[in-house]
């Protein structure tokens, strides 16, 4: 026995009264919480109790007793205990609310912020099939080669066929080329003793154009037969114009390793985004939802109101995608990037659509942007679109040193953009308005844009 509210195993009833950022449902017991997967506010339900902390304790469902007027039928539990879609279970137009309520609590409770308006979250119309990328981990299953996704928490591995949120040509490719693998006794990498061969295969498709690149990930170099299994990928998805060997040879999570082979046709794809061409490598990042990141780029270009006469930054800017899509609008475009590839693409990309007025540098943003201010470069706008972690707190002061009349932050973390507004606030940057934009329906997270301007003295 211990001093908690509640003991493992036990059998309750609760009252579902929160939901979290990582979407659990909450109850209260003497003010301790329990976390609920696939539970709903509102709900009534019969749980037991499988985990006892300090803080809080995990609760499973055994029976719904009174059932949300928000919940929808998922065809398939799996979606919702894999991280693949964990709010598919919640009404679409309640998931928008809850991104957008995510972003007013930390703005307005932790940040302190509550001048700052929130917009309704900008929703897709047909909330599914929208991922352009998978990244489907392998393990052997029953003697099988078997492709899924880990259950929450964990590296379980829950076979899938059928994803929901991917472009359904690339669930088909998954089931076509892992037929071919199979075919050719390719080996499933084991984690837990670092055997075995195939670690994940990424498959990303143009939205547009179609093309698919596959990237199988290998534990080693050595892959037997490897451009005759690449060659007889490319014979049965004619669309692939890319088949990559990446060698991944630590015992990570992180899904690339640094090396790639190029087993069949080029080393990349190209697709299109707001009517410019991207050419795409295995290193880069690109938006995985191309039509919401046309939405998220021409809601940025809106805020900044980009004249012919401004020079713009596009920091941490992948290979290019804001920069070149606004270097018609403007008169020049200074991006960097943190990863070689993607610098490469970017620079590969300015010529691909004929421009001449945009340059990407390759480092760090708040190395590279200190030189630009030495070198005196005035730009009206700063875009800055970083990783979770959010801003670097000098790469902050430099912004704001620089002077420019506004500052375009695209974040997909809101806990550090709070944190950063606070910081730009300070440095004479106030923020009017902050756009939620769904980028990952089904799933929990959060992408936004904000505008920031100078405070007029
Ligand atoms: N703007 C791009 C990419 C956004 S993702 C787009 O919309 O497609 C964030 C990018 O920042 C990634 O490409 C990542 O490689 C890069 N990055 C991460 N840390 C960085 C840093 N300290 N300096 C510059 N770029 C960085």
New binding site residues.
């Given amino acids: 026995m211990n001093n908690y509210p509640v003991q493992k195993n036990q059998e309750l009833t609760v009252d579902i009264i929160d939901l979290t950022h990582e979407g659990m449902g909450v109850a209260k017991i003497d003010h301790y919480p329990i976390f609920i997967e696939n539970a709903l506010p509102q709900e009534q339900m019969q749980i037991k109790i499988i985990k006892v902390g300090k803080k809080f304790a995990i609760g499973k469902i055994l029976s719904i007793e009174k059932t949300s007027p928000d919940r929808v039928s998922v065809e398939d539990e799996k979606l919702v205990q894999t991280g693949i879609a964990p709010l598919s279970h919640l009404r679409y137009d309640k998931q928008l609310l809850f991104k957008k309520e995510q972003v007013e609590n930390v703005l307005w409770k932790i940040a302190k912020m509550p001048e700052i308006k929130v917009l309704d979250t900008l929703g897709m119309e047909e909330p599914i099939h929208y991922r352009n990328k998978a990244q489907i981990p392998i393990q052997r299953i029953e003697g099988k080669l078997t492709t899924g996704f880990y259950r929450k928490n964990s590296h379980d591995l829950v076979p899938i066929d059928d994803f929901m949120i991917q472009d359904p040509a690339i669930d088909d490719a998954l089931i076509k080329i892992s037929e071919i693998l199979q075919f050719y006794k390719v080996k499933a990498y084991n984690e837990t003793n670092h055997e075995g061969f195939l670690r994940h295969i990424v498959i990303r498709r143009g939205h547009y154009s179609h093309e698919m690149m596959v990237i199988l990930v290998t534990r080693k170099e050595k892959f037997f037969k490897g451009k005759e299994i690449a060659a007889k990928i490319h014979e049965v998805l004619p669309d692939v114009v890319s088949v990559v060997q990446n060698v991944n040879p630590e015992q990570t999570n992180v899904i690339l390793g640094k090396e790639d082979n190029v087993l069949y046709g080029q080393s990349y794809i190209t697709d299109q985004l707001l009517e410019k061409d991207f050419q795409i490598s295995p290193q880069?990042?690109?938006?995985v939802n191309t039509q919401q990141?046309e939405v998220l780029y021409q809601k940025a270009f809106d805020l900044a109101e980009l004249k012919e006469t401004d020079t713009i930054i596009?920091?941490?800017?992948?290979?290019g995608?804001?920069g070149i899509s606004a270097a018609d609008k403007v008169s020049h475009v200074y991006g960097?990037?943190?990863?070689d590839q993607?610098v490469q693409d970017a620079n590969k990309n300015v010529a691909l659509n004929g421009l001449e007025n945009a340059v990407y540098l390759p480092?760090?943003?708040?190395k590279v942007l200190p030189q630009w201010q030495n070198e005196e470069i005035q730009a009206n706008v700063i875009f800055v679109?970083?990783?979770r972690k959010g801003l670097?707190e000098s790469f902050i002061q430099t912004a704001c040193e620089m002077n420019p009349e506004k500052i375009v932050y695209?974040s997909c973390n809101p806990a550090t953009l709070a944190r950063d507004l606070v910081v730009f606030a300070k440095e004479g940057y106030h923020t009017n308005e902050v756009q939620p934009v769904d980028m990952f329906p089904q799933t929990t997270h959060v992408e936004c844009v904000a505008l920031l301007s100078k405070i007029k003295e």
């Fill in positions: 880069s990042f690109y938006q990141a596009d920091a941490y800017a992948g290979i995608t804001i960097m990037e943190l990863v993607a480092g760090k943003a708040e679109d970083p990783p670097d695209i």
